[in-house]
């Protein structure tokens, strides 16, 4: 009988602990001190060849590098402390970003790994950082405290081993799994094997996982997110190429469930019919259609659900997303960030551009390709570039 009055009263203490904690998180930088070892490098005076003067944004933002050197930065991932980790697909390396003194820049590099095949994806969960190469997703354990002696085990070895679209975009996702997704082998093709043209999610937990389909028809998603307030996994795809300079537009899609289809290969944008393809599919109403177009050939990647403070509260809950911009166009498009606003139904209202000038229209030069975006704890926003092999970040100061 004592136990029964003693057991609710730890469980209300334990919840009020959890509450404060969460009332307690910082909106702030932190201090992040590392030890010295040797694949740490400082990157505190490491400049980046920039146009920084090119680049427009609406009234009030600014934007600077946040860390140079950081040679083919792709995919971001950010530790509850304030880690930046960052894969990259034409190098062989993983990185963890540090700004040491929460000074707005970063101070020094550690190199995680060397060798790899195309990593690309970065994820950060339970103190465990993973990583996702072509075929295999690596963990590599407790990662905050071994930064200077990381070491990594094989999760999954398992995944297809083609390297066309074969470079990943991974996260964990509200159920606790984590998201691959396989790019199709080819520009255009219909494949026996239905892990191709797909989002996965993996049980990394499992001693034997298994990647299960969860959205179909995805022709190459590098980029995806959880909408905060629905729950729903928002994602990037880009469109076929040969079909000209207009059409069809690349795609920001969403999927309310499992099981779903895309339309790839039969169908692109929700009603553009394949010429090779579409009558071996079914009519256009079978596929779920995008939820945006974002324009032809500007291969959206990075995306992210904005929830942080500092920027202005009309930018909360909209999505911020990377264009990476057009390879193959006769004149080219994309290079730049946008923003999808959404209307109190839930739905995409319109697609405003947010950053740009990677990309000199008049000239065509380009000198950047935004990558992934990601917002850091005091609600600032990071942007990867690969060609520019820099980081920067974008902040708020508005009145």
């Known amino acids: 009988m004592k136990y029964s009055k003693i057991i609710p009263l730890v469980a209300m203490l334990g919840l009020l602990m959890v509450q404060a904690s969460c009332q307690q998180k ?59 980790f960052v894969g990259n697909r034409q190098e062989k390396n993983v990185y963890a970003v540090i700004d040491e003194d929460a000074d ?23 103190g465990d950082l993973y ?67 797909s989002i996965t999610r993996i049980d990394v937990k499992s001693p034997n996982p298994k990647p299960e389909v969860y959205a179909h028809g995805v022709r190459n998603s590098v980029g995806f997110d959880w909408h905060p307030e629905t729950g729903n996994l928002w994602f990037t795809d880009n469109g076929r190429d040969m079909m000209g300079d207009d059409i069809p537009d690349c795609e920001l899609n969403e999927a309310t469930s499992a099981g779903q289809h895309f339309g790839y290969p039969y169908w692109h944008a929700g009603d553009v019919k394949d010429p090779e393809f579409g009558d071996k599919g079914k009519g256009q109403d079978a596929y779920v259609a995008p939820a945006a177009k974002l324009g ?26 990377a264009k990476h911009g057009s390879w193959n166009r006769s004149k080219k498009s994309g290079y730049d960030v946008v923003i999808a606003k959404f209307d109190d139904s839930g739905k995409v209202s319109g697609i405003e551009t947010f950053a740009s000038g990677w990309l000199d229209d008049s000239s065509q030069e380009v000198w950047g390709r935004p990558v992934d975006v990601q917002e850091l704890p005091d609600g600032s926003l990071l942007i990867s570039d690969d060609v520019a092999n820099c980081i920067y970040r974008v902040t708020y100061n508005g009145n």
């Open 131 to 197: 990583v996702a190469e072509v075929s295999r997703i690596l963990k590599f354990p407790d990662i905050l405290n071994n930064l200077n002696n990381p070491t990594y085990e094989v999760i999954y070895d398992q995944y297809p081993t083609e390297r066309h679209h074969g470079w990943k975009f991974i996260a964990f996702g509200p159920d606790g799994m984590l998201y691959v997704p396989v790019g199709a082998p080819c520009n255009i093709c219909e494949s026996e094997d239905e892990i191709f043209a």
């Open 26 to 84: 910082s909106d702030k930088l932190s201090v992040i001190k590392t030890p010295n070892s040797t694949n740490k490098r400082s990157i505190k005076d490491a400049k980046a060849d920039v146009k920084l003067d090119k680049i427009k944004l609406p009234e009030g933002f600014k934007i600077d590098v946040w860390a140079a050197d950081i040679p083919n930065a792709r995919s971001l991932a950010l530790s509850d402390n304030g880690v930046v």
């Open 104 to 126: 707005g820049k970063a101070d020094s590099k550690f190199i995680l790994a060397e060798g790899l095949r195309m990593p690309n994806g970065v994820a950060f969960k339970d």
């Open 296 to 321: 032809a050939h500007v291969a959206p990647l990075g995306i992210r659900f904005y929830e942080g403070g500092m920027f202005p509260e009309s930018y909360k809950n909209q999505a911020i997303i």
